[in-house]
């Protein structure tokens, strides 16, 4: 199989970032966060890194940034449709780990002690 | 929705590391890889990244290293059906990505063009 191509390489890449991943998982419900509550429920330790992985996520036409022009203004971020579809992909991947993580623990244990 | 659990946020990252992502895609056609044709196939330039790479996936049992006790001995990698599980979603994404690249492109141009 063929894998190394761009630009798709780039876009997973950017889709499946360590942030990525969870930013467009935690939108995927449909309701819009705001910064500072995305970031407290992902427990995203470093400000600049959530703000480049936002960017990056709607440059790419997966988020939708909104500014409410109120004082002091406030910013709310939402999936686009596209994004949806990208974050659909990873909402399934989490749910087949979930079922599957007690294997999974059990042949990290058998590799940990062979 | 809930995305901050463990251990399931550690094998989503190992699932989706860099290496990773390419590692899982490049098995899931059934083939048993050589290291050093996997190496060439994901251009890794880092041999250490790919060694460990495929010792966490195998680890997580996802991988199946098969050493041949020839002289001098190879070893290949195969995909187990845990792995093959987990691939199964990456592949999905990247032909969801391929699908949509066009958007995404697009996007990212209206974003460097605003």
Redesign the interface.
């Known amino acids: 199989?063929q894998?190394?191509m761009c630009?798709?390489r780039a876009?997973?890449?950017h889709?499946?970032?360590?942030w990525g991943?969870?930013v467009l998982?935690?939108l995927?419900?449909g309701a819009s966060w705001r910064f500072s509550d995305l970031r407290r429920?992902?427990?995203v330790v470093s400000e600049k890194m959530l703000t480049q992985t936002l960017r990056t996520l709607?440059?790419?036409?997966?988020v939708h940034r909104e500014v409410h022009p109120v004082i002091p203004p406030h910013v709310e971020y939402t999936l686009t449709p596209?994004g949806k579809?990208?974050a659909s992909?990873?909402v399934?991947?989490?749910s087949?780990?979930?079922a599957?993580?007690p294997?999974?623990?059990?042949?990290?244990e058998?590799?940990?002690g062979s």
Do not use: C
């Not at 709607?58 to 997966?62: L, M, P, V």
């Not at 294997?103 to 990290?108: L, M």
């Open positions: 199989m894998v190394t630009p798709e876009i997973m890449e889709v499946t970032s360590k991943v969870l998982q935690a995927f419900d429920e992902l427990e709607e440059r790419d036409g997966f596209l579809g990208a992909h990873l399934a991947l989490a087949w780990i979930a599957n993580q294997e999974v623990t059990q042949a990290q058998h590799y940990d």
